[in-house]
């Protein structure tokens, strides 16, 4: 199973907040720091907050906090939010559906996914503050997304 990019810039997102000082940051602060989209950011960033994971505020002096602390985001939590489609494979219109058992073992394979995730929250994703928070100040500024790492 491969996430989402909207996932991936969602958890990077989490993280970095969990990791903040601050606590609140904005969008071209993230973008700028991992080399993403704003535009897609802008989405992510408030989906997340229609999913109650960032409390976030419009106009001078907005930006974006968690809406929760980080103990209480479990990351499946964030999964179900964020991916549109848990289905690993379109077995609804498959000819052999009917004599196959591969959707039923790939359903059980997306629930013991999903099982684990809810064993973990953010904090545990954050557990090694001071090193993620030296690597997130350390970044060059616009990254290929596919060097950054959620």
Do not use: W
Request: net charge positive.
């Amino acid at each position: 199973m491969q996430l989402t990019r909207h996932t991936d810039y969602a958890l990077r997102v989490l993280i970095h907040l969990a990791v903040t000082p601050a606590g609140r940051t904005t969008i071209p602060e993230i973008a700028d720091a991992y080399g993403l989209s704003r535009n897609h950011l802008m989405k992510v960033v408030h989906h997340l907050g229609q999913g109650g994971f960032l409390d976030t505020q419009r106009g001078r002096g907005g930006g974006f906090a968690l809406a929760r602390p980080a103990e209480k985001i479990r990351l499946g939590e964030v999964i179900r939010h964020t991916e549109p489609d848990m289905n690993m494979a379109d077995c609804g219109s498959c000819a052999i559906r009917p004599a196959c058992g591969l959707s039923g073992i790939l359903k059980a394979a997306t629930a013991a996914f999903l099982t684990v995730l809810d064993q973990h929250n953010l904090a545990d994703a954050a557990r090694d503050r001071a090193g993620l928070a030296a690597l997130i100040a350390a970044l060059p500024g616009p990254v290929a997304v596919t060097d950054a790492c959620a």
